[in-house]
């Protein structure tokens, strides 16, 4: 099976040097992946729910959420192209042990867990890049903990807004944060209120432009540095 999905832990590679594909590749896992689609607001699966399958993102962005023990729906992550597999806890479990919804349109690679566990024991390089996965899962992880251990609301919202941005080339391209401000409010525990203020003064210093649901940073610097808080706007 060849597949467009250039960000599945699973993909071929072209060469030693890890160079990407410019059309299509290999997929290592192929007996266990179907392509599939989902329409904004769908959802993928609910906590609770029996497994039998991963997801891996190739377009959109996929909101992850708890049920809190007094009923509550707690954002509890995003999912967007790239290494993280969404489901990849239920992997050993019966159950998911939270809901995916597609915050956009998605596009994504469903992978089956019984023919995925059986290329594990037979394929060495498999193995290798299932645990790369989880490896990736802890460290978006621990950067989620760190962003909500942030005391300052300002550190906190610029810290998850970088979290957020897609790639690592710090470009002024924008990109779609699927949720709103109460979505933002709760997930940081912070109020509603707290989280427009610090937007606005960050749209009024330069710092990002937010119109309808985008998000393009116009200034990364001063964004780090609210991030980290040596710097301070009002």
Same mark, same amino acid.
């Given at each position: 099976?060849?597949c ?5 832990p699973?993909?071929e590679?072209?060469d ?5 594909s ?6 290592l ?8 689609s989902f329409g904004a ?8 729910q ?22 509550r729906?707690?954002?509890v ?6 290494k ?17 919804f ?7 690679c ?8 059986? @290329?594990? /024991?037979? &394929?060495?390089? *498999? ?8 490896? +990736? ?19 906190k919202?610029?810290?998850f807004?970088?979290?957020?941005a ?9 990109f ?5 401000r109460?979505?933002?409010?709760e997930?940081?525990g912070?109020?509603e209120?707290?989280?427009c203020?610090q937007?606005a003064?960050?749209?009024?210093h330069?710092?990002?432009? @937010?119109? /309808?649901? &985008?998000?393009? *940073? ?5 964004l780090?540095?609210i +991030?980290?808080g040596?710097?301070h706007?009002?």
């Open positions: 099976m060849t467009r999905n250039c960000e599945c699973f993909h590679l072209e030693e040097n890890l160079a990407f410019t059309t299509d590749f290999n997929c896992v192929t007996d266990a992946v179907k392509e599939i607001g769908e959802v993928l699966f609910t906590q609770g029996s497994s039998s399958s991963l997801f891996s993102i190739s377009e959109g962005t996929v909101k992850i959420t708890c049920h809190s023990t007094d009923g729906e707690q954002i992550g995003l999912s967007s192209p790239g993280l597999l969404v489901g990849l806890q239920s992997l050993d479990d019966d159950h998911y042990r939270y809901s995916a597609a915050a956009t349109d998605v596009r994504a469903k992978i089956q867990h019984r023919p995925l566990l059986a @290329a594990v /024991r037979h &394929k060495p390089d *498999v193995a290798i890049r299932l645990i790369s996965a989880i490896n +990736a899962q802890l460290a978006y992880s621990r950067s989620l903990m760190l962003v909500m251990g942030q005391k300052c609301a300002a550190a919202i610029a810290s807004i970088m979290l957020m897609p790639g690592k080339d710090h470009s002024n391209d924008r779609t944060l699927p949720f709103s109460n979505d933002l409010a997930m940081l912070l109020s209120e707290t989280v203020r937007m003064s960050m749209k009024r330069g710092v990002i432009y @937010a119109p /309808r649901g &985008k998000m393009q *940073v116009k200034d990364w610097g001063q780090r540095g +991030a980290e040596t710097l706007i009002h």
